[in-house]
């Protein structure tokens, strides 16, 4: 069973960093694209970064030059350093691999929660 953990996430003041990992564990095999999403209370799921297994990277508008997505293939772990970060940016923050297993799979992790205050 493939298991996404996310961790990293925290309170920070306006301006700060905070970097945040995601790990897969279980039999996850031929991972095509490693995603960051976040929601906002009231708001819906946004993409905010994702890099594909050639190592393409895609940002949301709101946070590009401001966090980067990176992974790394031998640990099946992505990040998502968020610098110069903005109460705007208050939300849960899940992971998401896209995985073929027979058909291609979405995996989510649990959330982690990241907060601004300014």
């Known amino acids: 069973q493939v298991q996404l953990v996310e961790s990293g996430g925290g309170l920070v003041q306006a301006g700060g960093s905070l970097r945040l990992s995601c790990a897969a564990s279980g039999n996850i095999f031929s991972i095509v694209a490693m995603n960051w999403y976040r929601q906002a209370p009231g708001k819906q799921r946004e993409l905010v970064a994702g890099i594909t297994s050639g190592g393409t990277t895609n940002y949301g508008d709101s946070v590009k030059g401001r966090f980067t997505i990176s992974r790394d293939n031998a640990k099946n772990t992505v990040y998502l350093q968020m610098n110069m970060l903005k109460p705007e940016d208050t939300a849960v923050y899940y992971c998401?691999?896209?995985?073929?297993?027979?058909?291609?799979?979405?995996?989510w992790g649990q959330g982690t929660q990241v907060t601004v205050s300014s």
């Open positions: 998401n691999f896209k995985a073929w297993r027979v058909v291609l799979t979405d995996y």
